[in-house]
């Protein structure tokens, strides 16, 4: 039982509990979506006493429209309300948290399902079988199949489903040999039968993955009686692999066992003949569509004949075939077939005038043209094309169109744009084509190349943190490039960070690339950027510049960063490489205030067995009995008696009368004794 308050309302007649149930889900559903504070909002709405069936839970986790607030309710209902959920309403919020690619949270469910049911709901295939298809959906293959296995460590047999489950994903990644694996485990250790959507899926996925005599002789010795999708997927691979003779007798053997080819399967046929360009045989499968089988013919049959007749320059029939058939009204795709037709025999001419036909021309119908006249090196006309397509701002469908432009067919307008300074022009069409993400990586190196060619890096340098967001990695070259431009230009940030990117990228560039940036840093002051660029140097085992690291270490002092300063002095050391010693304690020193970090460098020598002129030490002794810290300068005096440099020095009186004025009598006859000595 659980309480409401407000609700009672809602509660009708015996006659009109669906109607009010379904109100009552509503009104859950609106509380929960519309507040963050769920168990609150809940408490408020329940308050008196009121049964929940397990149906106004289903719809109510239905209608929720944020899968944790879901979850949420779930648990509530557990511990507030004692409402036992049942194995449908376990699996119902399992999917929502798999559906809306909350994969840990759906997961952790899924295996507390027992212990929070207390037993009483046990795990069932489908649990696993809906997160197996998530994970596959978020293209991860390998949860997909460590949840198998889990599934099968804990006793769980799959059922058909989880195979038929796990079957696609192996396949669409090309893993022909686990699936077949896969298959026989079905059979053998689980005894499961296959069903036809079983042989289809392998079907479909030996041809996709070029392996069509394998399908074909799956095809052959199914243990099911084939329908007419499987039918139709041999044919489509026996087509696409030039087997069309073959898959012509498939069709004909339908006929023989009651399976009646549709419009796809002749379709499919006369596809595969053009492709052979066997035309003469297109036509005749066309013709017994129609007239032997009484089939209507779709856009997809009729822009496949055309497109074999246009490319075989039989204008005349194409014309016969859409006078003959007048419930076809050629569409874009049809126009389109006849400009690459008319393009690819190299009459541009023709191809512009079924251009200029076309109501609404879409963005196939320009790629195609501007193309062809790259190829032609007529490229004032291609441009004027170009700047239309951008101003009617086809590629975002404003044209009506829903084809997903290719990215690639653009190549030839951005290269010669970007070699004559139109690079900006250029990528005014080109980030229309990434907000529909039509892409291609060598269109980006173009761009990028022509900003840096026109000066503008900072531009290229945007360009390039969009292609590696989109997982594209730029050529060496292409880094390179943009680095020094952005070090010509003063963007010391900017290059630093391409560098960065450059190295994440697996490129290492070379040592002056490094020098080149940190000399850059060091110049503009920035001294956390140099601090990361040293690391990084010695993580790669790159060459070190004396000069720029003693540089970078004075930066960091300079800017109060000790401990980054020292670490970096570390490191290098550690790496075999020094710094200018003496110059940073002379920099240390004038700076009065890092007086402390010229003792701890003196120190760090003694440490390591570097020579210093003993004139700094008289000068970091001098110096640190100004500043009255008495103990430090005795102490490094007594370092310097310890290995006999002590005599050279001349700050022994300065020393002594700090000492006295501070009344360390015994410092002061230890320092009398040596000056005696």
């Not at 559906?99 to 840990?104: A, D, E, P, T």
């Not at 940073?584 to 210093?612: G, M, T």
């Not at 100004?626 to 290995?643: C, D, P, T, W």
């Not at 009186?653 to 002061?668: C, H, Q, T």
């Amino acid at each position: 039982m659980v309480r409401g308050s407000g609700l009672h309302a809602l509660f009708a007649p015996k006659s009109q509990r669906t109607t009010t149930k379904s109100k009552l889900a509503i009104s859950l559903a609106r509380a929960i979506n519309s507040s963050d504070q769920v168990e609150s909002s809940l408490s408020s709405l329940l308050t008196e006493p009121l049964s929940l069936s397990a149906t106004t839970v289903l719809q109510t986790l239905r209608l929720i429209t944020h899968p944790p607030h879901a979850l949420r309710f779930f648990d509530y209902l557990s511990t507030n309300a004692n409402f036992s959920h049942n194995p449908h309403s376990f699996f119902l919020m399992l999917h929502l948290l798999s559906r809306s690619r909350n994969l840990n949270a759906a997961r952790n469910f899924l295996f507390s399902i027992e212990k929070r049911s207390n037993g009483s709901v046990k795990l069932q295939p489908r649990f696993f079988n809906t997160l197996i298809q998530s994970y596959a959906d978020a293209g991860l293959l390998h949860e997909s199949l460590n949840l198998f296995q889990t599934m099968k460590k804990m006793g769980i047999s799959p059922s058909l489903i989880t195979f038929n489950t796990l079957l696609p994903i192996l396949l669409k990644r090309g893993k022909t040999g686990l699936a077949l694996d896969l298959f026989h485990e079905m059979r053998r250790t689980y005894g499961v039968t296959p069903d036809s959507y079983t042989f289809n899926i392998l079907i479909n996925g030996f041809c996709k993955n070029s392996m069509v005599s394998e399908a074909f002789r799956m095809f052959k010795d199914m243990e099911c009686v084939p329908d007419l999708v499987t039918y139709n997927t041999i044919i489509d691979g026996l087509c696409r692999a030039g087997k069309v003779t073959i898959a012509h007798n498939v069709l004909n053997g339908m006929l023989k066992k009651d399976v009646s080819p549709n419009v796809v399967s002749y379709t499919t046929l006369v596809r595969g003949y053009c492709m052979k360009h066997e035309v003469d045989k297109a036509l005749a499968v066309f013709r017994e569509l129609v007239v032997a089988r009484g089939l209507k013919p779709n856009a997809v049959t009729f822009n496949t004949l055309i497109k074999g007749l246009s490319e075989a320059q039989r204008y005349d029939e194409i014309k016969e075939v859409l006078r003959s058939n007048t419930t076809f009204a050629p569409d874009a795709c049809t126009f389109n077939v006849l400009i690459k037709a008319h393009c690819d025999a190299g009459d541009v001419d023709a191809a512009m005038k079924v251009f200029r036909e076309m109501g609404r021309p879409d963005s196939a119908s320009y790629s195609v043209l501007i193309r062809s006249l790259c190829l032609r090196r007529e490229f004032d006309r291609a441009e004027r094309l170009f700047n239309e397509l951008f101003d009617k701002e086809v590629l975002l469908g404003k044209d009506g169109s829903s084809s997903k432009p290719l990215a690639a067919a653009y190549n030839p307008m951005f290269e010669y744009l970007c070699a004559n300074g139109k690079t900006k022009q250029a990528e005014r069409v080109f980030r229309q084509l990434m907000k529909i993400g039509a892409q291609d990586p060598p269109s980006y190196r173009t761009l990028i190349t022509g900003h840096c060619r026109e000066g503008g890096f900072k531009a290229a340098y945007e360009l390039l943190v969009l292609m590696l967001r989109r997982e594209f990695v730029p050529d060496l070259e292409t880094y390179e490039l943009l680095i020094d431009g952005l070090l010509k230009t003063g963007e010391a940030l900017l290059a630093h960070d391409a560098l960065q990117r450059m190295v994440r990228s697996s490129y290492l560039p070379v040592a002056a690339t490094f020098h080149c940036v940190l000399a850059e840093l060091v110049k503009r002051g920035f001294a956390n950027e140099c601090f990361e660029l040293v690391r990084i140097m010695l993580e790669k085992g790159i060459r070190q510049n004396i000069d720029l690291s003693t540089d970078a270490v004075g930066l960091l002092f300079s800017s109060g960063q000790k401990d980054k300063a020292f670490l970096i002095v570390g490191l290098l050391y550690e790496n075999g490489y020094l710094v200018k010693m003496e110059e940073l304690i002379d920099f240390l020193c004038e700076k009065r205030k890092l007086v402390d970090s010229a003792h701890r460098l003196v120190l760090f020598c003694l440490e390591n067995n570097q020579i210093v002129d003993i004139s700094r030490w008289n000068r970091i002794i001098e110096e640190l009995c100004k500043h009255k810290r008495h103990s430090e300068a005795f102490g490094l005096y007594n370092e310097l008696v310890e290995i006999g440099n002590h005599q050279e020095l001349s700050c022994h009186v300065v020393l002594r009368n700090a000492l006295e004025a501070a009344g360390k009598f015994e410092e002061v006859q230890f320092v009398s004794k040596r000056m005696a000595m």
